[in-house]
């Protein structure tokens, strides 16, 4: 009986470590590049008040050509002026194996003033141990360009959020217009935007 709350307790401490470590690491997987630099965008506003914070704080790092250990280095070193470190490694899938249990390893004694992003190209979080083995401690966001019959809604809804009603066909428009590439699509919602100010809404004619 002792043996079977042992491991309960266990269990449950576990899960409460898992669910520290979703808030300080963040795994981006897919190939949309767009989407990947605007989630590290965000990421950093929100952990670092001013430029200078950031540039003492944060470092990127490649895990196909760096291995793992310069990352964790910098994350275990306290923040300087700030009150986190962020790291953002890409290509975290082309790590070899020793590289992949090394990190799971550190994992387990993660500083809480740490937070590590990870990237891979892969589509899906399942295909490899690694991935898989982040994913289940790590916020996960898919970073997929959107199929060209969703990219009108992708566009509305990145318009709405800027408080820019379009108008029915305005959306589609402008993916005729400008194609698929998000962070150009972007880009032309930001010149709409600026064009029709001070109003709210855009239209075709626009």
Same mark, same amino acid.
């Given at each position: 009986?002792?043996?079977?709350?042992?491991?309960?307790?266990?269990?449950?401490?576990?899960?409460?470590?898992?669910?520290?470590?979703?808030?300080?690491? %963040?795994?981006?997987? /897919?190939? !949309? @590049?767009? +989407?990947?630099?605007?989630?590290?965008?965000?990421?950093? $506003?929100? #952990?670092?008040?001013?430029?200078?914070?950031?540039?003492?704080?944060?470092?990127?790092?490649?895990?196909?050509?760096?291995?793992?250990?310069?990352?964790?280095?910098?994350?275990?070193?306290?923040?300087?002026?700030?009150?986190?470190?962020?790291?953002?490694?890409?290509?975290?899938?082309? %790590?070899?194996?020793? /590289?992949? !249990? @090394?990190? +799971?390893?550190?994992?387990?004694?993660?500083?809480?003033? $740490?937070? #590590?992003?990870?990237?891979?190209?892969?589509?899906?979080?399942?295909?490899?141990?690694?991935?898989?083995?982040?994913?289940?401690?790590?916020?996960?966001?898919?970073?997929?360009?959107?199929?060209?019959?969703?990219?009108?809604?992708?566009?509305?809804?990145?318009?709405?959020?800027?408080? %820019?009603?379009?108008?029915?066909?305005?959306?589609?428009?402008?993916?005729?217009?400008?194609?698929?590439?998000? $962070?150009? #699509?972007?880009?032309?919602?930001?010149?709409?935007?600026?064009?029709?100010?001070?109003?709210?809404?855009?239209?075709?004619?626009?």
């Amino acid at each position: 009986a002792d043996s079977g709350r042992s491991d309960r307790s266990r269990k449950a401490r576990d899960r409460s470590d898992d669910r520290v470590l979703v808030d300080l690491i %963040l795994l981006l997987f /897919g190939k !949309e @590049r767009f +989407l990947k630099d605007e989630a590290v965008a965000d990421l950093k $506003a929100k #952990l670092f008040r001013n430029p200078s914070e950031l540039d003492l704080n944060f470092q990127s790092f490649d895990a196909e050509e760096q291995g793992i250990s310069p990352a964790l280095d910098f994350l275990w070193t306290a923040p300087f002026l700030a009150s986190k470190r962020l790291a953002l490694v890409r290509n975290i899938d082309a %790590l070899p194996k020793e /590289g992949g !249990e @090394r990190l +799971l390893e550190a994992l387990k004694g993660f500083p809480a003033t $740490a937070c #590590l992003v990870v990237e891979t190209e892969q589509t899906n979080t399942k295909k490899q141990a690694l991935i898989l083995a982040l994913a289940e401690k790590a916020q996960t966001i898919a970073c997929h360009t959107p199929f060209d019959k969703d990219l009108p809604a992708w566009v509305e809804n990145r318009s709405r959020k800027r408080g %820019l009603a379009l108008e029915r066909g305005t959306a589609a428009y402008l993916v005729g217009r400008v194609g698929a590439d998000l $962070a150009m #699509l972007d880009g032309a919602l930001n010149e709409l935007a600026l064009y029709v100010h001070p109003r709210q809404s855009a239209t075709v004619a626009d």
